[in-house]
């Protein structure tokens, strides 16, 4: 009796887990192309954000790039380039995305950080804000004059050591072409 009963709760704790399973991959299908989509319209958005002006896209192919850099793409009309960052800052688990624009000569034309979700707010989140971010606008790959933010440390030098990454992978775009 007791055998059948162990049983029977297997059975039923199997059917609710495999109900629970499948229910999940549901609300995955329905939800995975709206995020999707919303991932590419803030990336966009941040690509025109700091290189405003441009007549278009296209996205640089590398064999290797540096760590931090996931993907530069180049202004159709010539006149810069948008590099694409990854950077892991104090939770590394969830790396912030970055993005900078650059002139055709190689200065810095801004920077915006897209998502900060990983990092303490109010502390590490102060890399999002217009007076870290505003700094970077006119510098060129020496950064001289780039400050990290006292008390989120971990987070802003991630960014600067990250957008050095960045200078890096604009000039062998430069050189690709």
Known sequence: MKKLTSLKSIIV???ICLFIAVAMAAVN????????EAQEKAEQEALA??????????KVSFDA???SVSAVYRDKDGEGYVAMLSVKGYDSSKPMSVA???????????LTVISASGETSGIGTKVTLPEFTGQFAGKDQSLSGVDAISGATISSSAVIDAVSDAF?????AKEAQ
Request: charged share 20%; no cysteine.
């Open 13 to 15: 704790l199997f059917a």
């Open 29 to 36: 299908m329905v939800t995975a192309p709206k995020i999707a």
């Open 49 to 58: 954000a700091v290189l405003p002006e441009n007549g278009g896209f296209e």
């Open 65 to 67: 790039l540096p760590e």
């Open 100 to 110: 900078v624009g650059f002139t055709g000569e190689g200065k810095i034309t801004g």
């Open 168 to 172: 890096e992978a604009v000039n062998m």
